[in-house]
């Protein structure tokens, strides 16, 4: 059976996201896996209270029992028996990596955890996964509402490129399984010449707009094969913006996106637009990388 995994760390980015991937599970009828990860033993003085463990063997026990009583608190001591519950100890990103061997159908995180840079709302564990995990990987930050989550309009990203039709793919299996709308957004750049001089006349955006919305309805033909709801809407601007906006304006629960899209650094495991979304949105963002 397919599952959604989660990892957990005990912060409170991590319970948002337990809940948030709870809530995921109990609409599309998922098993629902959790994993803790720690690193001997800087973090047993963190998670477990500084006392004086004798081996890694027992830290790993006391991180467990940490472990149960998170989930019942979270969830719920109904929910939390019918949760899988692991310890790992390592890296975080490669400790997940591992359990995602069985290729879960989403791996879920907070969007910062207890390690790394306090300011920045992407934490390095999520990026690592981004880049290589072999399924879509959810990044839930701490701002998502939980109480309940909703779960009724989606926000995918499309350019045409492979990758995006891998997030369209995504998007529609995800929102015809919990019943969401989709919201098709394709971002153009400025039609208006950058210099256009005193006396250059203006650009009528309305023609290009209109024949990249017909363009965008093809890429949506896997919305209209599933009967899944959807709406289409071509914005002029910078996609790494354009998205945050649109996911704005339509009160977005979620945003779906290709690992990599159209951008000219081919090098870069996670694009720019995908790796801006998650770096500043305040909706969870689901990357789908090019192993999915």
């Known amino acids: 059976m397919k599952s959604v995994l989660v990892g957990i760390d005990g912060s409170n980015d991590s319970r948002v996201a337990l809940r948030w991937a709870a809530a995921v ?5 998922l098993r629902l896996r959790t994993l803790w990860v720690w690193e001997y033993p800087a973090d ?3 998670s477990v209270g500084g006392i004086d463990l004798p081996d890694p063997e027992a830290a790993d026990a006391h991180v467990a029992e940490q472990l149960e ?3 019942t608190e979270e969830l719920g001591a109904e929910d939390a028996r019918r949760a899988t519950a692991k310890v790992a100890r390592g890296s975080p990103a490669r400790a997940i990596l591992r359990a995602a061997e069985t290729t879960p159908k989403m791996i879920v995180v907070g969007s910062r955890g207890l390690g790394g840079f306090k300011g920045l709302l992407l934490g390095s564990v999520g990026r690592q996964l981004a880049e290589h995990a072999p399924c879509p990987v959810t990044i839930v930050p701490r701002t998502t509402p939980v109480e309940p989550v909703s779960l009724e309009t989606i926000v995918v990203g499309v350019d045409g490129s492979r990758h995006a039709a891998r997030a369209m793919l995504c998007a529609t299996d995800f929102a015809g399984r919990v019943g969401a709308e989709v919201v098709v957004v394709h971002a153009v750049e ?3 010449p950058i210099d256009p001089g005193a006396h250059a006349p203006e650009v009528d955006p309305r023609p290009e707009l209109d024949a990249r919305a017909d363009l965008v309805e093809e890429w949506a033909s896997p919305l209209r094969q599933l009967g899944v709801p959807y709406r289409v809407r071509v914005v002029e601007g910078d996609p790494r913006t354009a998205l945050l906006e649109v996911a704005e304006e339509e ?3 979620g945003i779906v996106v290709g690992s990599r899209g159209r951008g000219p650094v081919r090098k870069l495991l996670l694009g720019s637009v995908a790796a801006s979304v998650a770096q500043f949105s305040e909706r969870p963002v689901t990357i789908v990388p090019k192993r999915a």
Do not use: P
Request: no cysteine; proline share 0%; aromatic share 0%.
């Open 25 to 29: 599970t109990d609409a599309i009828m």
């Open 44 to 46: 047993t003085v963190v």
């Open 69 to 71: 009583t998170l989930l």
């Open 190 to 192: 400025s039609l208006q």
């Open 251 to 253: 009160e977005a629960d």
